[in-house]
């Protein structure tokens, strides 16, 4: 096992682990997948992602159906994929993805969550080049061979392959999303998440209330509904 293996869960949360918000963020991912590919999850690949990702946080049917039809309609909002670096105390790299319909509101709130917590935004560019940006899959176990399947999926972008408790990750370049997902649907396998992670190229190692200052600033940004998710450099 590699390096994102050892690096890939230095991210500010579980993204779904609030169930209220969770359903937020996946009705805004929803929304733009609809936007960008339309409605039908036959011929809209990322919608299909989605909707498999909403099924693996127990959103109802009934929450996916209307949040696919009010993203085809005109009331849904114009969500916006907007992402904010910056530097969290003690030296800390922070990448912020937000799904938002006020991008100066959205600013303007992680501006202030960051000086109140000793950190600053910084310019577009300023920390993104500290991390990697990679799509990941987590399929079921199955009668799997995980050693097999890492054989095949090399040939469609897959960097590495590994076994957990609850199923078998893959991960590869963020251009190999859909190459990857269509090896999965072709092979019929039971797909349980798909996403997109930044990995950090470097970790840096904090003490206890160092990491407790850090903490405090994710709190603050996992607590605003614009942010979908937050990656960072601390070990």
């Known amino acids: ?17 609030k169930m209220a918000k969770s359903f937020t963020k996946i009705g805004k991912e ?14 809209n690949s990322k919608l299909r992602a989605v909707i498999q990702n909403a099924k693996s946080i127990n959103m109802p049917k009934d929450n996916i159906d209307r949040a696919i039809k009010k993203a085809s309609s005109k009331d849904q909002e ?10 969290g105390p003690h030296g800390i790299a922070m990448l912020v993805e937000t799904a938002t319909d006020n991008p100066n509101r959205t600013v303007a709130n992680l501006r202030s969550y960051f000086t109140k917590c000793n950190g600053s935004i910084g310019t577009s560019g300023s920390v993104e080049f500290l991390f990697e940006r990679k799509c990941m899959f987590k399929v079921a176990k199955s009668n799997l061979q995980v050693e097999e399947l890492e054989l095949e999926l090399i040939d469609f ?3 590495e392959v590994f076994e957990e408790e609850d199923g078998i990750m893959i991960y590869g370049a963020f251009t190999e999303f859909g190459n990857i997902q269509k090896y999965i649907e072709d092979k019929n396998l039971d797909m349980l ?11 840096k190692e904090l003490t206890d209330e160092q990491q407790d200052d850090i903490q405090k600033l994710l709190d603050k940004l996992e607590e605003d509904d614009d942010v979908q998710a937050v990656f960072h450099t601390m070990a």
Request: hydrophobic share 30%; net charge neutral; charged share 35%.
């Open 1 to 17: 096992m590699g390096r994102i293996f050892e690096t890939r869960k230095h991210k500010m949360f579980k993204r779904y682990a």
């Open 30 to 43: 929803i929304a733009m997948a609809v936007k960008n590919g339309g409605p039908n999850p036959e011929t």
């Open 157 to 159: 972008g897959a960097e």
């Open 78 to 87: 114009d969500y916006k994929e907007m992402v904010y670096e910056g530097y």
């Open 193 to 203: 998440s798909a996403e997109f992670e930044r990995i950090p190229n470097d970790t």
